[in-house]
């Protein structure tokens, strides 16, 4: 398949949901394809063009055990024909989210801690160029300027009506996108999944100086960092599956849902105007957190 046809989806549903008396609509972008769906769709797309217009036949990219990005990048590649390659941070397992990796053909190569935090500095991007002969590299997350481009496009399966827009994020590829593509009159809330206070640093300079506004971070919802959780958040994830029949995941949507609702709580949202928040897929790491943790999250 070309990459045009596979990063073209026809359509994007919106449902409408009511949880605890708060009407709201979700834009699932988890829907748009069984294995490579949500942000990292729309992240990928323009490194798969850029990649098909250089000629490379080979997709490299780096990530965590569980990364998203992993899984997507390598079912991706094996619809358009591409090979590919995942540098996988730590000591070599084996967990759903790899399993599926290598179910889509894609060469799992570990290294260590601290090969990994030196991955993209310029010796070590060319070392790995020569030893997987010269492929295509996708950052950490997939955010860089192409990916950008493509977050930007979710907004056109978003309405101008909808005042606000609710999103997660960890590198913030799919909120600078969002920030750039919205309209003047819409409001952009971004609940970063990542501790610290730094977000909204990273983003400006994403946007690359441009003077975007209506936009806020929300870094209070992270539960302890990065792929970290607590009880509240699973209750409030089974509770809200049970009540709308949508899966959330504990890394990036769960914690974005849960802020949400907090913020509403506090009246911090106006709860009569139109909110849409976006789901932003991941669903596919909830396996391995159910292996990991011996939870039975709703994985789909």
Same mark, same amino acid.
């Given at each position: /398949?070309?990459?045009?046809?596979?990063?073209?989806?026809?359509?994007?549903?919106?449902?409408?949901?009511?949880?605890?008396?708060?009407?709201?609509?979700?834009?699932?972008?988890?829907?748009?394809?069984?294995?490579?769906?949500?942000?990292?769709?729309?992240?990928?797309?323009?490194?798969? /063009?850029?990649?098909?217009?250089?000629?490379?036949?080979?997709?490299?990219?780096?990530?965590?055990?569980?990364?998203?990005?992993?899984?997507?990048?390598?079912?991706?590649?094996?619809?358009?024909?591409?090979?590919?390659?995942?540098?996988?941070?730590?000591?070599?397992?084996?967990?759903?989210?790899?399993?599926?990796?290598?179910?889509?053909? /894609?060469?799992?190569?570990?290294?260590?801690?601290?090969?990994?935090?030196?991955?993209?500095?310029?010796?070590?991007?060319?070392?790995?160029?020569?030893?997987?002969?010269?492929?295509?590299?996708?950052?950490?997350?997939?955010?860089?300027?192409?990916?950008?481009?493509?977050?930007?496009?979710?907004? =056109?399966?978003? %309405?101008?009506?909808?005042?606000?827009?609710?999103?997660?994020?960890?590198?913030?590829?799919?909120?600078?996108?969002?920030?750039?593509?919205?309209?003047?009159? @819409?409001?952009?809330?971004?609940?970063?999944?990542?501790?610290?206070?730094? %977000?909204?640093?990273?983003?400006?300079?994403?946007?690359?100086?441009?003077?975007?506004?209506?936009?806020?971070?929300?870094?209070?919802?992270?539960?302890?960092?990065?792929?970290?959780?607590? %009880?509240?958040?699973?209750?409030?994830? =089974?509770?809200?599956?049970?009540?709308?029949?949508?899966?959330?995941?504990?890394?990036?949507?769960?914690?974005?849902?849960?802020?949400?609702?907090?913020?509403?709580?506090?009246?911090?949202?106006?709860?009569? @105007?139109?909110?849409?928040?976006?789901?932003?897929?991941?669903? @596919?790491?909830?396996?391995?957190?159910? @292996?990991?943790?011996?939870?039975?999250?709703?994985?789909?």
């Amino acid at each position: /398949m070309s990459v045009k046809k596979f990063f073209s989806p026809e359509f994007v549903p919106i449902q409408s949901v009511l949880y605890h008396e708060l009407a709201f609509d979700i834009l699932r972008l988890d829907k748009i394809h069984l294995g490579a769906s949500g942000n990292k769709f729309f992240k990928l797309k323009y490194n798969f /063009m850029e990649a098909e217009k250089k000629g490379l036949k080979k997709i490299l990219t780096f990530g965590g055990a569980f990364s998203n990005h992993i899984a997507a990048t390598a079912i991706s590649a094996k619809a358009c024909g591409f090979e590919s390659i995942g540098i996988i941070r730590g000591e070599e397992v084996s967990n759903p989210t790899l399993e599926l990796a290598k179910e889509n053909g /894609m060469l799992l190569h570990f290294i260590s801690r601290e090969e990994y935090r030196a991955k993209e500095e310029e010796r070590g991007l060319k070392e790995l160029g020569a030893k997987f002969d010269h492929p295509y590299i996708i950052p950490e997350g997939g955010t860089n300027e192409l990916a950008i481009s493509g977050t930007k496009e979710i907004h =056109q399966y978003i %309405p101008d009506d909808y005042g606000l827009i609710s999103t997660c994020f960890g590198t913030g590829g799919t909120i600078a996108g969002l920030i750039k593509g919205k309209s003047a009159k @819409q409001k952009l809330l971004g609940f970063s999944v990542l501790k610290g206070e730094w %977000p909204e640093q990273e983003i400006e300079k994403l946007l690359e100086g441009s003077k975007e506004e209506n936009w806020e971070i929300k870094t209070q919802y992270h539960f302890g960092g990065y792929a970290k959780w607590q %009880p509240e958040l699973i209750d409030f994830i =089974q509770d809200f599956y049970k009540k709308t029949s949508i899966a959330l995941d504990p890394i990036y949507t769960g914690k974005m849902m849960y802020g949400l609702m907090m913020e509403l709580e506090k009246g911090n949202i106006k709860s009569d @105007q139109k909110i849409l928040a976006i789901h932003s897929g991941g669903l @596919q790491g909830v396996a391995g957190f159910n @292996q990991r943790f011996g939870f039975d999250l709703a994985e789909k």
